[in-house]
Structure formats: structure tokens, C-alpha cells
């Protein structure tokens, strides 16, 4: 099997998210994707095999977690089709068939791709005891993510308070199905960016995930309710940090970044 691994959500090499993407002839049983997904050690890894033309998808894709497989990925749905356009397995849009229905994915004009995902419903709740303990900072407010991500979004005070969070995240992991997702207002929207976050996810083995895509599916109609604007930028900001524009169109949000292939290798086992 060919294996790549690709930094996504960003425009340069050992920086955004980090994938392994592996295009198949089909999919081998649940435990081989699973124990791959293991040895490449990534947040995710993406399998994708092409599926008969004439569908309402072009490729069938599949995200794994060193520890699971997920409902929703998108900075290994970007990397996937990435790997698509830059060695010719597909041209144009392309369409693929997940558990969280078909996404689809557009190459554009300066690099980046853009990635059409279900825009998350988000429903406020009250802050569950423990969680401002477990993260390390007071919420401002809680709302609920739905069925395909599955985290708790948590606002707090500002930017400086995203930055310096080490949560608890053995505490963390019994508030919600995936994780946390911390976020706040940009403190100054000159830097290039609207606000900030970052996603800690012990559930599904992920301490920390370096840019999350399906994250900002939540965070789009949030942000974009409280600053008045359906195109907003978003930096999450982790120690391999990378930028996801947004744009809100209802019950989908337009997700764009660039990515870079960093490996390009074989897989002999």
C-alpha cells in the first residue's frame, strides 16, 4: 500500500494537522485500518477507494484515530483530497461517501481546497460540574456540538486564556462523546485571524488535536452569529497552530485551506 502523510490546514510542511491518507482498492477488514491507523500514530488516519461511476459519490472515505474510527474528519478529508489532485487520481470536485453522508471537497485557484461539511447544531446547555475545573479556566458559555462531532464547545474570557489552558484530561473525558472544544475572540483581528481555539479530545486517544476541522463546523455558526459576518478565519491555536476559513451557508459551512504532502512512502506489512 502507498502511505502519505500530509500537514493540512496549512501552506507549509511540520505545521497544521498532520494525516495519513491511503487510497485502496476496497477497504480490508476493521482491524487492519484500525491497527494502520495505530502505527502511523496520527490524530487520523484517512482510507479512501474509489467507488463505480455513475454514484452520488466518486470516493468512499474512512477516518481512523490511533484508537477508533470517527464519524467526521476534516483536515484528513483535505489531505485525502489533496493526495487526489496532486498525483491525477481525480480531477475537479470530488465527492465522498462517509458515515456523516457525501462531502464534497473543491480544488481552487490559489491551492486551496474547499471542503463542504454539515454545519454542526449547536444547543447551549448548562456548564456540567467539573468541567471548569477539568479545563483549567471558567466558561462563558456551553453549548452542545450534536451527534457528528460530539464535543462540548466552551467558550472562555479571551485569547490569552485558549493560549495558556493544560487541562485535565483524564477529568475532561467524562463531559462529552469526543472532547472539548476552547475558543474565544481574536484580541487583535489584524493578525489575520477572527477568534481562536483548541480541541482536546481524550476519548478517542487524542490529547490535543493540532487543527480540527470537523471543529469548526461547531465554531463557524457560533462565531458568526456574535461578529455579524458569514466568512470568518479561525486559528487554532496549538503548538503546530493552522488557519481554517469559514463560511456559513446554513446547515453547511464552507471549510478552505491549503495542504502539503510531507512523506510519500510504502507501507510493507
Do not use: K
Not at 189 to 208: H, K, L, W
Request: aromatic share 6%.
Amino acid at each position: 500500500m502507498r502511505i502519505r502523510i500530509v500537514d493540512a490546514f496549512t501552506d507549509r510542511p511540520f505545521a497544521g494537522n498532520p494525516a495519513g491518507v491511503l487510497l485502496l482498492d476496497a477497504f480490508p477488514d476493521d482491524d487492519r485500518l484500525q491497527r494502520i491507523a495505530l502505527e502511523v500514530n496520527h490524530s487520523e488516519t484517512a482510507f479512501a477507494h474509489r467507488l463505480p461511476a455513475g454514484g452520488e459519490a466518486d470516493w468512499a472515505l474512512r477516518w481512523f484515530t490511533p484508537a477508533t474510527e470517527v464519524a467526521m474528519c476534516g483536515h484528513a478529508t483535505l489531505a485525502t483530497a489533496h493526495v487526489l489532485h496532486t498525483t491525477g487520481a481525480h480531477e475537479g470536485p470530488v465527492r465522498f461517501a462517509t458515515r456523516s453522508g457525501v462531502l464534497t471537497a473543491t480544488p481552487r485557484e490559489d491551492g486551496s481546497i474547499t471542503l463542504d461539511f454539515p454545519t454542526a447544531p449547536l444547543t447551549p446547555v448548562a456548564s456540567p460540574a467539573g468541567v471548569a475545573e477539568a479545563l483549567g479556566a471558567e466558561p462563558r458559555t456551553v453549548l452542545d456540538t450534536g451527534p457528528n462531532i460530539g464535543d462540548l464547545l466552551v467558550e472562555v474570557a479571551d485569547e490569552r486564556t485558549v493560549r495558556a489552558l493544560a487541562p485535565d484530561l483524564a477529568a475532561l473525558a467524562s463531559h462529552s462523546e469526543r472532547g472539548v472544544i476552547a475558543t474565544a475572540r481574536a484580541e487583535d483581528p489584524a493578525r489575520g485571524y477572527d477568534y481562536v481555539s483548541r480541541c482536546f479530545f481524550p476519548n478517542v486517544g487524542i490529547d490535543e488535536d493540532p487543527v480540527t476541522g470537523s471543529a469548526h463546523t461547531a465554531l463557524a455558526p457560533f462565531w458568526s452569529e456574535r461578529l455579524g459576518r458569514s466568512d470568518l478565519t479561525g486559528l487554532q491555536a496549538s503548538s503546530r497552530a493552522g488557519r481554517v476559513r469559514t463560511e456559513l451557508r446554513g446547515e453547511r459551512t464552507l471549510l478552505s485551506g491549503h495542504a502539503v504532502t510531507v512523506i510519500d512512502g510504502e507501507l510493507l506489512a
